[in-house]
């Protein structure tokens, strides 16, 4: 069952941040796709909306991970994509080893408690 | 790094923020196309408003607090703005509070905490003697002579003697510094015209010595002309030459190394004044010392030192050097020195300060708490339109903060400009400017916060809650208001009434027809046998001259400051006056002789006492024969006579027959039969005919009383308009809060007035509220002023800190205006037009 009503802090605040830093990582991407792809990548479980993806993303754009430029949809319309930056890139790596990090001690905890 | 670059992102998006924002909202819009595009239209539905989501957005930005600190500021200047009376009147009320405090902190900071601008002010200090009994703020020229010859913990030494000196040809008398010829040059200090003083050329003998002018002495007596420069002057009739001019605003060694008319090398007093012995007397204290520390040198090291210095100096003087002598150093770089006694005056001024802001901020807060009435409509359609109370809350608040800092805008021209006054009226001191500095501005931005908390918060507070109307708030403002008030018109008043005890009171003794003449025995290096010789002749002179009634002598003659003990006789720690006198003195100046007898020739044990000082060691018995201190007996008792402790509150005066050792130290005090203001140029001559080496100080005792009156006047005045301001800004509080409670009640009182009840019920109810705030803010008023007595005591002459009078009068006064301020609202609730008032509801 999709979860299509993601409260607004249902994901940890830096997921999300993760969670698009990931998809950019592949190259630059404009809002609605980044919606999309993280959609589409989470099997249709994970839904971004509007409400927390555009603070996130301003957010990214403060921090300097990402950087905006302006260029044309496919649907053929003005439209902002975004592109990982240095400092994204860096970030990115250190929040994927962090997770890792984490992930790996809770599962050796469920495993052998 | 990292931050900065964020920080600077967040500014540039900031000041970009119209086109951000349009860009964002593109953006979402297009984001809610594509959504509606792939076929899943609830999300429209499930986005809710766009203008919230794009707000959600920016606050990413992290700037949303600036721009809500924008809004409320516009709005609080245009609630501010459209009313004007009470934003004028709050903005007064704050300005004096505030005022007050910055005048008082500039002038603190510059009396105690700015350095003198002067070369390395750190390292200066002063050198003073002290020893377990004994204390003084200057030595003996050989004495500082030896130090800066010896002591390596010092740099150098610099000395500065005061004296007067006449300047031909129209015998005009000019102050006169004399100081080491290193004074200028350790100062950093550069001449205005001409050259200063130099250790090169001016220290040896010269045959007509260098003279620098001082600044407003140059410009007021030579009309600011450098062509001064390199003329011949006569000081006390010997040839000098004037070869430059002190610096404009030359701060000297602040208030210890007072101003003077001209600054000339010390190796050159002798040569001015004939006879001098200042600077090879070794017992006496003329000089006031300051050194400069050496690099790496403290102040302990260098005490270390002059103390082995002084031991070795005992051996040589065994006379001259007191038991258990240390030379105490005392930093110098500062207008004045912060010690302990000092540090209370300050307080006490600091006190003063707060008080009056305290006042004003209660008064400010009754004033919103009235405001609040007339707003409580306007935040209630607020929050029915769904306000946020929190930000209600923060913008009343920024509504205080904008009128504080409106005020202390206001406070500190207010300050800046009275200082400025205050300055060019006395003239001292010159280095100093009325500007701001950087240490005022924090002061005063801190005190902005800390008022607006202060009255803002709780209207603030009651308006956003919306809460019912507390009575117990304004009670408070009105008790802490009247409280602070109080205080301050009992002080006022104590200081009025204190005043008028020194100018009004009789001094105990005649001064109208009498003159004295300091001839300046010692300081021409007279001996006390010389000196009795010549003042004999004197006195024989004069006594043939008509016009005079009586000639005598004394040692401090009446206003020239006397001479304090401050010892235990017979066994009370008593505060006396001495003075040295012949037995013609009580009869010159109208000093009665109560009981005993006048001094004889001849006596030389013999003491007598004032009236008060016999009162206080043997009350109720006959002080006749008695033994005072070690050696004197008591021959007689005479009036109080405030003659040199007239602001003095303790004043006890003792006589001693004036010995032959005296004689070069006194001076000859006259009364004339007629008015003596004629008589000066026939006594300077009849004293210079004798020897024209002097140069005698002729002074007119009711000349020097009313001077001295003069500046007592000011103070009391200047403390009058304190009680003043202090009695309307409590009057217009409780006028506010009145007229508060009065418009609250409007519905009632019409009423009441509709049912034919009593006026004077309805001024009794609507006052009643009032009486115990009041009451309980006058109590501790006069509490809190009679507990500080102990203080005020210290200040004040003639009068008890405790003094009745002074306390009733002020208590009346401020009941009086409270009664009539609390009247006149309530009045004009009484003419209401009762159909309007209620329709009106």
């Known amino acids: 069952m999709p979860m299509n009503s993601m409260p607004k802090s249902g994901m940890p605040s830096g997921a999300l941040a993760m969670l698009i830093l990931r998809v950019l990582n592949s190259g630059p991407l404009h809002g609605y796709a980044i919606a999309q792809r993280i959609h589409v990548l989470s099997s249709e479980v994970l839904e971004v909306e509007e409400g927390s993806l555009y603070p996130a993303l301003q957010k ?14 496919e649907t053929n319309r003005k439209v902002r994509f975004y592109r990982l930056t240095a400092d994204g890139k860096k970030q990115l790596d250190a929040e994927l080893e962090d997770y890792d990090r984490v992930t790996q001690a809770i599962q050796t905890v469920l495993r052998t408690a | 790094m990292r931050k900065i670059k964020e920080f600077l992102r967040t500014l540039r998006y900031f000041l970009d923020r119209e086109r951000r924002s ?50 409320d500021l516009h709005y609080a200047a245009r609630m501010l703005a459209r009313s004007p ?46 020893a377990p009994d004994n204390y003084a703020g200057v030595m003996s020229y050989p004495t500082a002579a030896y130090y800066r010859e010896h002591a390596k913990s010092l740099s150098a030494v610099m000395t500065l003697m005061s004296g007067r000196l006449e300047l031909a040809p129209d015998a005009k008398v000019l102050s006169a510094n004399y100081v080491s010829a290193n004074y200028f040059k350790e100062l950093g200090a550069s001449a205005a015209y001409g050259r200063l003083l130099d250790p090169a050329l001016d220290e040896a003998q010269s045959e007509s010595p260098a003279v620098v002018l001082g600044f407003e002495f140059w410009r007021r007596y030579f009309n600011a002309d450098p062509a001064v420069v390199g003329r011949r002057i006569l000081l006390n009739r010997q040839p000098a030459t004037i070869v430059g001019v002190e610096p404009h605003g030359f701060p000297g060694l602040g208030s210890q190394g007072d101003a003077a008319d001209i600054w000339l090398s010390i190796t050159q007093q002798p040569y001015f004044v004939a006879g001098s012995k200042a600077l090879t007397d070794t017992s006496a204290g003329t000089v006031a010392v300051w050194a400069r520390l050496a690099p790496g040198v403290t102040a302990q090291m260098a005490e270390q030192e002059l103390l082995s210095l002084t031991n070795v100096r005992r051996t040589l003087y065994p006379k001259d050097i007191w038991k258990g002598e240390i030379i105490r150093t005392e930093p110098a770089g500062h207008e004045n020195v912060l010690d302990a006694g000092t540090m209370r005056g300050v ?35 607020r929050i029915a339109i769904g306000a946020n109370r929190r930000r209600i809350f923060r913008q009343l608040f920024t509504e205080s903060l904008l009128l504080a800092l409106l005020g202390s805008a206001a406070g500190l021209a207010l300050g800046c400009a009275s200082l400025k006054a205050c300055l060019l009226y006395f003239g001292r001191p010159t280095w100093v400017s009325a500007a701001p500095d950087w240490r005022v501005c924090v002061f005063l931005l801190v005190m902005t916060f800390v008022a607006a908390i202060f009255f803002g918060l709780a209207p603030a507070l009651q308006l956003a809650r919306q809460q019912q109307k507390k009575t117990r708030a304004r009670q408070i403002l009105i ?16 200081f009025v009434r204190s005043a008028q005890h020194v100018l009004y009171t009789d001094p105990g003794f005649g001064y109208e027809q009498v003159l004295s003449i300091n001839p300046g025995l010692g300081e021409h290096g007279y001996t006390p046998a010389a000196a009795q010789a010549y003042l004999d002749k004197v006195e024989r002179r004069l006594r043939a001259t008509s016009g005079l009634a009586s000639v005598s002598l004394v040692k401090y003659p009446p206003f020239s400051g006397g001479w304090i003990e401050n010892t235990e006789v017979n066994g009370q720690r008593l505060h006396t ?17 109560l009981l005993g007898r006048n001094f004889i020739p001849g006596d030389k044990n013999a003491v007598i006492v004032c009236e008060a000082l016999a009162h206080k060691l043997w009350p109720g018995e006959n002080p006749l024969g008695k033994m005072y201190g070690d050696k004197g007996i008591v021959v007689g008792v005479v009036g109080n006579a405030s003659i040199n402790g007239a602001r003095d509150v303790d004043a006890l005066e003792f006589y001693s027959p004036a010995q032959l ?17 004629g008589l000066v140029p026939m006594l300077k001559s009849t004293v210079q005919s004798l020897d024209p080496k002097l140069f005698p100080e002729i002074r007119l005792l009711k000349s020097t009383f009313h001077e001295n009156s003069l500046e007592l006047e000011q103070v009391a005045l200047l403390m009058s308009l304190m009680g003043v301001a202090a009695t309307l800004l409590a009057g217009l509080g409780i006028l506010g809060l009145v007229a508060y409670s009065v418009s609250q009640r409007t519905k009632e009182i019409a009423i009441r007035l509709a049912l034919g009840s009593p006026k004077i019920q309805i001024v009794v109810s609507v006052l009643r509220q009032f009486a115990w705030p009041v009451c309980l803010g006058v109590i501790a008023g006069a509490a809190a002023t009679a507990a500080s007595s102990q203080v005020l005591r210290l200040m004040l002459f003639g009068i008890s800190a405790l003094d009745p009078l002074s306390y009733v009068t002020a208590v009346g006064l401020l009941l009086g205006v409270f009664i009539l301020a609390a009247l006149l609202p309530v009045r004009r609730a009484l003419r209401l037009d009762v159909a309007r008032a209620l329709h009106q509801e």
């Open chain 1, 60 to 73: 990214i754009l403060l921090k300097g991970w990402a950087s905006a430029e302006w260029g044309i949809s």
């Open chain 2, 22 to 71: 349009r860009e964002l909202e593109d953006e979402m819009a297009f984001h809610r196309e594509m959504a509606e595009r792939a076929g899943r239209p609830e999300a429209r539905r499930r986005f809710g408003s766009p203008v919230r989501l794009q707000e959600q957005a920016r606050e990413a930005w992290g700037w949303t607090w600036i721009d809500r600190l924008m809004q």
């Open chain 2, 85 to 130: 009376g009470f934003t004028v009147a709050a903005v007064l009320v704050l300005a004096l509070g505030m005022g007050t405090n910055v005048f008082m902190f500039t002038a603190m900071d510059w009396a105690f905490f700015k350095y003198l601008p002067v070369r390395d002010p750190d390292s200066l200090v002063r050198l003073l003697r002290q």
């Open chain 2, 347 to 381: 307080s006490i001024i600091s006190a003063l300060g707060i008080l009056i802001l305290l006042m004003t901020c209660a008064n400010l807060g009754g004033l919103l708490l009235a405001r609040s009435v007339a707003r409580e409509h306007e935040v209630a359609i």
């Open chain 2, 479 to 494: 008790a802490v208001q009247v409280a602070a008030s109080c205080l301050l018109v009992i002080i006022s008043s104590l």
């Open chain 2, 577 to 593: 006056y001495r003075n040295w006198v012949d037995s013609e003195f009580f009869r010159t100046i109208d000093i009665p002789v």
């Open chain 2, 661 to 677: 050792e005296d004689m070069s130290e006194m001076s000859i005090v006259l009364k004339s039969n007629g008015a003596p203001d």
